[in-house]
């Protein structure tokens, strides 16, 4: 399968713990973005890389959460002392700027903060 | 304030009909629109696009119409097939769909047989 891929794709976490994602791109896809999305909401725009620079940054991107890039291929977003507001589906998304840069969607990883 | 707008939370259409599915916006410096289709458990599935220099692209079933003088974009489905049951999202970005997505809320389609 070469789709983007995320892992976990589901975590339970008490309020208060660390969480950390990890988004894979489709190969040679040189920008990759985050989203969340709530129950019955489309996606919400979190930030985006092209290779391993953060160029956007949503203000929904709070302190507690940070994303790396760090060699321009998988991506990690990690949520640091997690509140039940941070429930949600987090969603990955790459694109290549070579091949007309429409956004190809992963599976999400599912949160839920107890 | 919701810039992409999506007014039908769900449609129900007969299998072989025409599904008509409307998005409104209210950001006159998006330029590019696109569709998504969601299934349950699974992330959104790219459709169909359309730049803002067009008013309508189609591909193959689905055919994409923009109306930029009302910010108003509808996706076609015909004919209508129970497997098009899921959620179609709306989204825009300004420059190309490269940038930032502004989704919809979505509306969900149900398809009988």
């Known amino acids: 399968d070469t789709g983007v891929s995320q892992d976990p794709r589901h975590k339970i976490t008490k309020r208060g713990q660390n969480v950390t994602f990890r988004c894979d791109p489709i190969?040679?896809?040189?920008?990759l973005y985050w989203y969340r999305q709530t129950l019955g909401q489309g996606p919400e725009f979190l930030t985006y890389f092209q290779n391993e620079a953060q160029l956007e940054k949503s203000r929904l991107l709070s302190d507690r959460f940070s994303a790396e890039r760090p060699k321009g291929s998988f991506s990690t977003l990690e949520i640091q002392r997690t509140e039940q507001g941070d429930s949600a589906m987090y969603l990955c998304?790459?694109?290549?700027?070579?091949?007309?840069?429409?956004?190809?969607f992963g599976p999400g990883t599912r949160l839920t903060v107890l | 304030d919701q810039q992409v707008k999506q007014n039908s939370p769900s449609l129900s259409v007969q299998e072989g009909r025409i599904s008509i599915l409307n998005c409104d916006y209210t950001?006159?410096?998006?330029?590019?629109f696109l569709w998504y289709k969601k299934y349950p458990a699974e992330g959104p599935t790219f459709l169909i696009s359309i730049s803002s220099i067009k008013d309508k692209n189609e591909d193959g079933r689905f055919t994409v119409f923009l109306n930029k003088s009302a910010k108003h974009l509808s996706l076609h489905i015909v004919p209508s097939q129970p497997g098009d049951s899921a959620v179609y999202f709306c989204?825009?970005?300004?420059?190309?769909?490269?940038?930032?997505?502004?989704f919809g809320g979505g509306t969900r389609l149900m398809v009988k047989p």
């Open positions: 989204a825009a970005s300004v420059g190309n769909a490269g940038n930032m997505l502004t």
């Open positions: 998304a790459s694109s290549s700027t070579r091949w007309g840069d429409t956004q190809y």
């Open positions: 950001n006159s410096m998006f330029d590019y």
């Open positions: 190969s040679e896809h040189n920008r």
